[in-house]
């Protein structure tokens, strides 16, 4: 099971096209009326193959000698893909 947790705006962009988000955005906006900061926590089940495939690619971005915070990034942007909200 993949966790993840960031920004409204950043997490929103992450999840699955088909998740139903309404009553989430309603919440989001209310929140952000009252001046409030937010968080958005969403998951993913993962296969084993899945992220097998994830700690290969991340081994070899952490080793790179050139643009080593760009490659992990992308690495992880591609993992953190079609998420579902939690809260």
Do not use: W
Request: aromatic share 8%.
């Amino acid at each position: 099971l993949l966790l993840s947790k960031g920004a409204d705006a950043e997490m929103i962009s992450r999840l699955d096209p088909a998740a139903k988000i309404e009553y989430l955005s309603q919440h989001l906006e209310l929140f952000s009326a009252e001046g409030l900061r937010t968080l958005v926590l969403c998951y993913r089940t993962i296969s084993e193959e899945e992220l097998t495939d994830f700690s290969k690619r991340y081994y070899q971005a952490s080793i790179a000698v050139v643009n080593r915070e760009e490659e992990l990034e992308a690495v992880n942007d591609a993992f953190e893909r079609n998420l579902q909200p939690l809260g």
